[in-house]
């Protein structure tokens, strides 16, 4: 059994430990109200936009020769990675990176042998986690969730689009964690480009007057639609950073509080067991000196 000094160490380390654990997950829960805010509001816009893209395309043959919509003959990937800049957050970045490998190794095969499949690294962790491993890595900055608003998103997003209208990349593929809600992330695989289009007739049509024409609103809107699309995949992965980390530091507070609780019990044990040796040396000197 350790000794009392021993388990007093311990008790006052997971004590320390327990203090910052609960001081992060306060200022996770603080941070989470705020990101999850951002993607509440984001996500009825981008969904509407998506709509009337799909209205559009039902509307006009357009969007077939639309750049963003062109189907290459997949020969240069890129996979877009996008974690945290920090850690703690329980499996929330290892998730992404687990995700973006796998993408390459069973979809990709044979163009990530050939060094034609590359990861576009959006947080410090995702770029950890791949460098070493022989794999073509762009970092990206990182620095673009120090402050993530729509402006400072879309000159990325642009050079992206870019891209792959010049043939640099045939196939782009966002892999991020999307926010449910505070203790639940979904992992998400999402094709950035070329543009999905639904070229089908869907069974509602709104009756749409367009100014100045389709064609015109069409190639302002996809460019829009995949910018908006780009922006919301960080927020999500924002918000569901912060509610990672608060849940994982939430754990880490309880568990902290178990293990003090037994140290406690330990430490008492061994009190008890101390105070009870030295009776017994105390009694058996008395004996000895009445002998």
């Known amino acids: ?9 311990r008790i006052t380390s997971v004590n ?25 509001r984001m996500r009825p816009y981008a969904i509407k ?42 499996a929330f970045n290892a998730n992404v990176i687990k995700k973006a490998q796998s993408i390459a190794a069973e979809k990709y095969s044979d163009l990530l042998a050939k060094g034609k499949v590359s990861f576009l690294t959006l947080g410090k962790k995702s770029y950890d986690g791949l460098k070493g491993k022989g ?41 991020y964690n999307e926010f449910k809600n505070a203790a639940v992330q979904i992992l998400t695989e ?12 869907s069974k509602i049509v709104n009756d749409y007057i367009f100014e100045p024409t389709k064609d015109y609103i069409m190639k302002e809107l996809i460019p829009k639609s995949l910018k908006i699309q780009f922006y919301k995949a960080l927020l999500d992965s924002n918000a569901a950073e912060h509610g990672a980390r608060m849940t994982a530091m939430h754990k880490a507070t309880d568990n902290a509080t ?20 030295e009776i017994l040396e105390i009694v058996s000197g008395a004996e000895a000196l009445k002998g």
């Open 135 to 175: 794999l073509n890595l762009i970092q990206g900055n990182n620095a673009i969730f120090d402050k993530l608003t729509f402006e400072r998103t879309t000159p990325l997003a642009e050079e992206l689009m870019n891209d792959f209208t010049t043939g640099k990349f045939d196939t782009i593929i966002l892999v």
């Open 1 to 9: 059994m350790a000794s009392l000094k021993e388990i007093r160490t």
């Open 190 to 201: 999402e094709q950035f480009l070329p543009v999905q289009i639904n070229t089908g007739k």
């Open 258 to 277: 178990e293990l003090i609780k037994e140290l406690r019990l330990h430490y008492n044990k061994a009190r008890q067991a101390s105070i009870t040796n």
């Open 16 to 40: 320390s430990t327990k203090q910052i654990t609960s001081a992060m997950k306060m200022v996770s829960a603080a941070k989470l109200r705020k990101a999850q805010d951002a993607i509440v």
């Open 49 to 90: 936009l998506h709509e009337i893209l799909g209205n559009l395309s039902n509307a006009t043959d357009s969007a077939l020769d639309n750049p963003y919509a062109v189907q290459r003959e997949a020969k240069n990937i890129l996979i877009v990675a996008i974690t945290s800049n920090k850690g703690l957050c329980g």
